[in-house]
């Protein structure tokens, strides 16, 4: 099973040259130090930064240089900030290719829940509902079950959405997934893991067809 940085190195081997790519709080923020050679993309960060680098190495971090989770983080040469009503118009003007969010649930038709669990204080909603509600094409990187070993890919969320209908792949421990009106499609499996286990971890109907290829990290 895939770590979280092995989560985040295959994410971005979906990066495609060229694209502006939002990537959310959690997993989707080691993305960006993954990035394969020969990739130009630009990262967009919702609190108004356009031009995001890796994370900096101890003792060069800028506490002024920081993404939407508040982690610091470098720039890039040509890089822009500016004031978060301006990057949230480029996010509801379509302007950002790719979006890669965590998820606490995704369901088999695309929905997404990611900002809220019932009982737990929570500062907002954050900039979810915006991305998901505006983006082209959004990719989930998240753990496939929860800490009592219960599927969190399922046939309906159980906590409140951030979005409908919304979620195009999703990459967890175990598999790649692709969305799809039929439901859960699997793509690869983990290096080491069966498709059995993909299948008994995923509550949502799970379409398998032919031999399925092991996903390649490096």
Not at 37 to 42: I, P, Q, S, Y
Not at 176 to 203: C, H, M, R, Y
């Amino acid at each position: 099973m895939l770590d979280k940085t092995g989560i985040a190195k295959r994410i971005a081997r979906e990066l495609k040259d060229g694209f502006y790519v939002n990537l959310g709080i959690g997993i989707p923020t080691l993305v960006s130090n993954y990035i394969p050679k020969g990739v130009n993309v630009v990262l967009q960060s919702e609190n108004g930064l356009l031009g995001m680098g890796p994370f900096p190495y101890e003792g060069e971090e800028d506490a002024d240089y920081i993404n939407a989770g508040k982690q610091t983080i470098t720039t890039v040469p040509g890089s822009s900030i500016f004031d978060s009503a301006m990057s949230f118009g480029m996010i509801r003007a379509r302007k950002v290719d790719l979006t890669i969010l965590g998820a606490m649930e995704v369901a088999e038709n695309g929905d997404i829940a990611n900002w809220k669990i019932p009982g737990k204080m929570v500062k907002g909603m954050g900039g979810a509902m915006d991305l998901v509600a505006s983006a082209k094409n959004i990719i989930v990187a998240m753990q496939h079950v929860n800490k009592a070993n219960e599927s969190k890919l399922l046939k309906q969320c159980t906590l409140p959405l951030t979005g409908v209908r919304c979620v195009k792949k999703v990459v967890t421990e175990l598999a790649v997934i692709d969305v799809t009106p039929q439901g859960f499609k699997l793509l690869e499996t983990a290096p080491g893991v069966s498709v059995d286990q993909v299948k008994n971890a995923t509550e949502g109907r799970l379409i398998v067809e032919g031999n399925i290829p092991e996903m390649k990290i490096d």
